[in-house]
């Protein structure tokens, strides 16, 4: 662990993350749920959408204005297995866990569901959501576009965002199915963790304005603002390790996200007025669920049960890796690095939550 990094455990961070949602705010119904999808991802590891974001991504734009502590979602439309939600600049995950949860009850209802969502804001880690669906026995999408990021195959300029596509698969395993992935090689969120670590990107992820990489975290969050940096696509630069996928899937995702519900998209955006998608599909209508669980983690174990390359320990599967990680953290804690320990004081104490105290103080 690096120096300075602390351990905080969830029985600490839980309450004061309700806290400083309910401080900002929120009904106390909304910042439960706020809370809960914040904390699965540090639970998981997901560290680039834990209480690392709760500061400079919630915090400071509801104190700035730009989006609004209590979320008034209206339907626009509605079908019997689809409905287009308008979240007015709302909380992000209060907006993404109504549109999954009537996913799921249409789905239930007649096999199907999807929701598309316009003017939402940032909701967290996308495979919650398609996990909800999951764990209900049902396979889950989510997707949603993002501030831009990511350059076209032979561009330097951020066009799309990082543009999520997830999937959720129930199993007979403890875990799900879940991949929970980004379109772009590395996503800003993890730029930010570089920069807080004060480490050094490795090359190759980033594309500068002159077609160099870039491997500055701190100038590449500034140049990605000014649109002097890009990230690359999954595959990297140009056509010869295909990285014409990555923006072709960053491309769908953005579609998806926009087209079907009339919002905003690629330069339109700058941390709200984004566009999700939730899909929900019912196992049961094609096959017993029993039966579906069973072969999907018997495809997992078979993938992991194959020959390793020389020199790795294991194969995993997606979700593996989270799962595990969530065993080990409910009992040692979140690792919380020094400037992150700064922001949760200075939340604190701005909003007088003065029962709350740390290890790191």
Do not use: W
């Amino acid at each position: 662990m690096n120096k300075g990094v602390k351990r905080v455990s969830f029985s600490l961070l839980r309450p004061f993350v309700n806290d400083v949602f309910r401080g900002m705010g929120l009904p106390d119904e909304d910042a439960d749920v706020c809370a809960d999808v914040l904390l699965e991802a540090d639970l998981k590891g997901l560290d680039t959408h834990g209480v690392n974001r709760l500061k400079p991504v919630y915090y400071d734009r509801v104190k700035a204005g730009l989006q609004s502590p209590v979320t008034r979602l209206d339907v626009v439309r509605e079908g019997p297995t689809t409905a287009v939600l308008d979240g007015n600049n709302g909380m992000g995950m209060v907006i993404a866990k109504k549109s999954m949860d009537l996913c799921i009850e249409k789905a239930k209802e007649l096999g199907m569901g999807m929701v598309a969502v316009r003017n939402s804001t940032h909701f967290g880690i996308a495979g919650h959501y398609a996990e909800m669906a999951a764990k209900r026995g049902l396979i889950g999408i989510a997707g949603t576009n993002a501030r831009p990021s990511i350059a076209p195959t032979f561009s330097v300029e951020p066009m799309l965002g990082t543009n999520p596509l997830t999937f959720a698969f129930p199993s007979d395993e403890e875990f799900p199915f879940s991949l929970d992935c980004a379109t772009s090689i590395i996503q800003r969120g993890k730029v930010e963790l570089f920069a807080r670590k004060g480490e050094e990107l490795p090359p190759g992820l980033v594309i500068r304005s002159d077609g160099s990489t870039g491997t500055n975290p701190d100038e590449v969050l500034k140049d990605l603002l000014s649109g002097e940096a890009a990230l690359l696509p999954l595959g990297g630069m140009g056509e010869e390790t295909a990285g014409y996928k990555g923006y072709g899937y960053a491309t769908v995702v953005e579609i998806l996200s926009a087209s079907l519900q009339s919002g905003y998209f690629l330069k339109a955006i700058n941390g709200v007025n984004l566009g999700h998608f939730f899909i929900a599909i019912d196992v049961s209508a094609f096959t017993e669920l029993d039966d579906f669980k069973h072969t999907t983690g018997d495809i997992l174990r078979s993938l992991r049960a194959a020959r390793k390359a020389p020199g790795a320990d294991c194969i995993y599967t997606a979700g593996e890796k989270e799962y595990l990680t969530s065993l080990e953290r409910k009992v040692k804690g979140v690792p919380i690095n020094t400037s992150v320990q700064l922001e949760l004081i200075q939340m604190r104490d701005e909003l007088g939550l003065i029962k709350h105290r740390f290890p790191f103080e």
